[in-house]
């Protein structure tokens, strides 16, 4: 059988090769558009999800690539980052990824984007991220993601 295929997850494919990752991605028969679903269906942690969140600071999109054992404060980290957050609209996460919510990718977008990677995920040796499409993932690590996405470590949500 041959694999599906996907504009959006070719191009993630191919960006994860250019930065020297073997594309190792998964698709499942069902959509796993929530950490949960994803979690599940890999047999992991919840929080080893990375999820691919877009935000817009200042009116420019931001990737916050959280845990998926967080949520964003997105006040918190606005004050953090030196600007004001506020959820992105499904026409700017098209516009700023090239994909759909649900799907978001780290990488593979039209043009970089700031991203911010939640350091939570460094406490697991392996961690999951959408692969550009809702029925995706593909399996990284907490400083491949960093180093692929040229994103800033940084926490998402205030020490409790």
Do not use: C
Request: negative net charge; glycine residues 8%; without cysteine.
């Amino acid at each position: 059988m041959t694999a599906p295929t996907h504009p959006a997850v070719d191009r993630v494919s191919e960006a994860l090769a250019a930065q020297g990752v073997e594309p190792r991605i998964t698709w499942f028969e069902d959509a796993v558009t929530t950490a949960q679903l994803a979690a599940d269906a890999l047999g992991v942690e919840v929080g080893q999800i990375a999820n691919s969140l877009v935000f817009l600071i200042d009116d420019e999109p931001i990737l916050v690539l959280t845990s998926g054992a967080h949520r964003v404060d997105t006040e918190w980290l606005g004050a953090q980052l030196g600007g004001d957050i506020r959820r992105a609209s499904k026409d700017d996460v098209k516009t700023a990824t090239g994909q759909v919510i649900g799907g978001v990718a780290p990488v593979g977008h039209p043009a970089p984007v700031r991203t911010i990677v939640d350091t939570h995920l460094s406490t697991y040796p392996e961690v999951w991220a959408a692969a550009g499409h809702a029925k995706t993932v593909f399996p990284t690590t907490f400083d491949e993601l960093v180093r692929i996405t040229g994103g800033t470590p940084h926490a998402v949500e205030p020490a409790a």
